[in-house]
């Protein structure tokens, strides 16, 4: 191993969950806990300045920054359901405001749904296979939400109640809630599901109007906290603290943030929404493989079982590289890069993925200072090392997270 990897207990957050701090306004896939980006930024003494999270996801290293006291920050993603969470948690708006709103639109809703008829001037938004995923009642009523979110004006406030709404998608879809890929439930559950829609959109706005006004609201007294629908491109703007978790592979074959994203995306008009996974991080496969630095013997050995999976592989080592090299750029002499991953496995090969960002951070000017080891669950752990310590260690699969920190010295 090239670069120093500490295992740090400290870091292992055992039995804590993402809401001890920041409950979250809507599930999201992969999750960083907030409470490593507090203990990290704490240890590395930054409360000023500007941080950037390039894949931010619902936004959890912002609720790190602001419990650091840091009231500047920039995030990217191009999952258009992530833009959305994090937007609503992070943008002030009056509680007044939104209580207002939420009468008004029950009481809209109440009148429209007392006449039959009114229904029948609806149409249907485009979803892709839509009685698949719906019943006809679930989907009418649905719309009927949709109809009156629509037509509020104001467009935080508009976003603000987008999101229960995509929560109550997913919960009275036909999805089997707890995947983050799209599988449809056994045909005995569909039998016995019949949700209500308009009390379960209620109820999670009131949620989240709790969680808005007690974890949110009180701590976006002038804080900045810009949040774009876009890639990283390096511009003026630069930045004195990265913290963010990228993703750990392709979507495709790890963590689907676009499948799971699917139906919420179709509902808000996104008709692109199938392709995201194609179009994140590694989502198209490479032409040759990727043969640079400490990954080339890894993607050799894969491309010896399977060339398939070892371009797959290699696309997403390429682009993950190609954005290190944006991001450092952008980085002020200085100033420092923290990035929270884990290290997958393919066709049994577990890669060093740590270590390539490590290695790429130097190539672009940034010192390796440490990269910390955190278990992820506190259940009993395999032997970490392989017996024959070579390429191909097969023990040991995501059980671990790592926190690679560098800083930009030129
Ligand atoms: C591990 S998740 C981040 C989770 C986030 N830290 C949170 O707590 O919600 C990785 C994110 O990277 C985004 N992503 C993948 N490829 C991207 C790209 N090329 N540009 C911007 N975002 C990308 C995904 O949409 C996903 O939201």
Known sequence: MKYQVVRNEKYDFAGQYYS???????KYPATMLPQIGIEILKELNISTGKLLDPYCGSGSSFASGLECG????????????AILISKAKYTKISIKKI???????RHQIFEFIKDEENFKKLILPKITNINFWFSQEVLQNLN?????????????????????????????SYTRNNEFKLYKMKSEAILNFNPDVFGVYFKKVNDAI??????????????????????????????????????YGDSRTTVAYGQFSTLS????????????DGMLMGGVKSKELFLEGIIADYITEINQENHKRALEVSSFYEDLGNSIDRIAQ????????????????????????DQFIAERFEKNGCKHLVTYERALSSKAMPSKNSPSNKTGNTLNTMLYEYIIISEKNC
């Open 265 to 276: 995306n179709e509902w808000a008009g996104i008709d692109y929404a199938r392709k995201i």
């Open 330 to 353: 952008s980085i002020n002499k200085g100033g420092k890069s923290i990035y929270v991953v884990g290290n997958r496995t393919v066709k049994k090969i577990q890669l060093p993925t």
């Open 144 to 172: 009927v939400i949709k109809y009156f979110l629509d037509q509020i004006e104001d467009e935080k406030i508009k976003r603000f109640f987008r999101v229960p709404f995509s929560e109550t998608v997913r919960e009275c």
């Open 20 to 26: 001890a701090v920041y409950p979250n306004l809507h």
């Open 99 to 105: 209580t207002e709103v939420k009468t008004q639109l």
């Open 210 to 247: 709790a969680i808005y006004e007690n974890f949110y609201y009180p701590k976006l007294n002038n804080i900045k906290i810009d949040i774009q629908y876009s890639k990283f491109e390096p511009s003026k703007n630069t930045f004195d603290v990265v913290l963010t978790s990228p993703p």
């Open 70 to 81: 840091i009231t500047e920050m920039f995030g990217f993603d191009i999952n258009p359901l």
